[in-house]
């Protein structure tokens, strides 16, 4: 690689000009990385319904111009001042959930939701000094959730980095920064099915069925899928999934159905669509006196959750997470399940595309079509 450190890069990004208009690839100068920031060559990236969330800005905030992206994986290009933790050639994820490792929750082993570097989506400039990194003739671009990774160069914070093996393939381990890691924790960290148990996973995209399957690898024996797109039910048979109910296909609320089919509902429940009449049914889902129901999908900006009290008292437990509760320090170790064959990713992938076509990312995301389509950064 040629020494850019200290000097601006002009580089290929996609830019989101205005909510739901497809992407433009612009020439963007990224400007160095300052106090604990770390600049980042992305090599691949992937599109998760969260970017489309924020490009819709129908129930998010909309911020335009904006870098869209945070599932990906690349090589640190340059460090600045205060760095140590990673080296230039370092093989890293940019994660948007970071660590700080000061506050109560970096010490804390069981939260992610760092004081400093928590998932922040309406921020749309770098923490050291309220500005963007990126600009096209001197008007600043802004990021998104830290990572911004629809650029073939980016700025994040240092612990907002991941450093990982650098023999793993950058291509198949690209899921584990954000749709995978989510699911997998959503299961095996939150959502903790005990063996023999049934669970009950809403939405099988990449984020449920990699909660189908930690729910696998927990030992549940049932797995019960639920989408309302019926074609996702073949593919869900890879990931463990054994029954499936589409809930268009019954007249009343799937809650009732899953009761029916479990004698009183399920041990466990993980939502992951977003939709929050799915979170209500998720939760109420789950058998009385021990059920857990986690939600995982990011809702409307003006959702509200409602169910009766008395589902609460009867001993059903609610909770929530943000990237299955996994720090950002914990994703070598997937990596290394990958590299040992005990963690399979490939099946996960079903497009890929060079970073010129990414719109198409969004074509497939909005049909339904497939899990993550990886987007080739050199192409
Ligand atoms: P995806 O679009 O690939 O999959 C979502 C699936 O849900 C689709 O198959 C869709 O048909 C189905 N669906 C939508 N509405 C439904 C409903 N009412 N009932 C049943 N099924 C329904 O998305 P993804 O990338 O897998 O992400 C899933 C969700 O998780 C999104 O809301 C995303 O924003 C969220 N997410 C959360 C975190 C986190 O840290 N909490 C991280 C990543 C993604
Ligand atoms: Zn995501």
């Not at 990385?33 to 600049?39: D, F, N």
């Not at 082993?109 to 928590?118: A, I, Q, V």
């Not at 998932?119 to 911004?148: A, E």
Request: glycine share 10%.
């Amino acid at each position: 690689m040629v020494n850019t450190a200290g000097q601006v890069i002009r580089c290929k990004a996609a830019v989101a000009w205005e909510a739901g208009k497809p992407l433009v690839i612009e020439t963007v100068e990224v400007a160095p990385p300052q106090k604990m920031e770390v600049r980042l060559k992305v090599l691949y990236t992937s599109l998760c319904r969260t970017d489309v969330y924020f490009w819709e800005a129908t129930g998010q905030k909309p911020l335009f111009p904006r870098i869209l992206g945070h599932e990906a994986s690349g090589i640190v290009e340059s460090i600045g001042e205060g760095v140590t933790d990673v080296q230039p050639g370092d093989h890293v994820f940019p994660v948007f959930t970071g660590e700080c490792k000061e506050c109560v929750h970096c010490k804390s082993k069981e939260s992610n939701m760092c004081n400093l570097l928590r998932i922040n989506t309406d921020r749309g400039v770098m923490i050291h000094d309220g500005k963007s990194r990126f600009s096209i003739n001197g008007k600043p671009i802004f990021h998104f959730v830290g990572t911004s990774t629809f650029s073939e160069y980016t700025v994040v914070h240092v612990g907002c980095v991941a450093k990982i093996n650098p023999l793993a393939p950058l291509d198949k381990v690209c899921g584990v920064s954000c749709g995978i890691t989510t699911g997998l924790g959503a299961a095996l960290n939150v959502a903790k099915p005990p063996k023999g148990s049934t669970v009950a996973v809403f939405g099988l995209g990449t984020v449920g069925l990699a909660a189908a399957e930690g729910a696998r690898i927990a030992g549940a024996s049932r797995i019960i899928g639920v989408d309302l797109n019926s074609s996702k039910f073949e593919l869900a048979t890879k990931f463990g999934v054994t029954e499936f109910v589409n809930p268009k296909e019954h007249n009343k609320p799937v809650q009732e159905v899953i009761a029916e089919m479990t004698d009183g509902g399920v041990d466990r429940s993980i939502e992951c669509t977003g939709n929050v009449d799915a979170m209500i049914s998720a939760f109420e889902c789950v058998h009385d006196g021990w059920g857990v129901a986690v939600i995982v999908g990011i809702p409307h900006k003006d959702a509200v959750f409602k169910t009766h009290p008395m589902k609460l008292l009867q001993e059903r437990t609610l909770k929530g997470t943000f990237f299955g509760n996994f720090k950002a320090s914990d994703l070598p170790s997937l990596v290394e399940k990958y590299m040992n064959k005990e963690l399979e990713l490939e099946k996960f992938i079903t497009h890929e595309i060079p970073f010129t076509e990414i719109n198409k990312a969004f074509e497939y995301m909005l049909k339904g079509e497939g899990l993550r389509c990886i987007i080739r950064m050199d192409g």
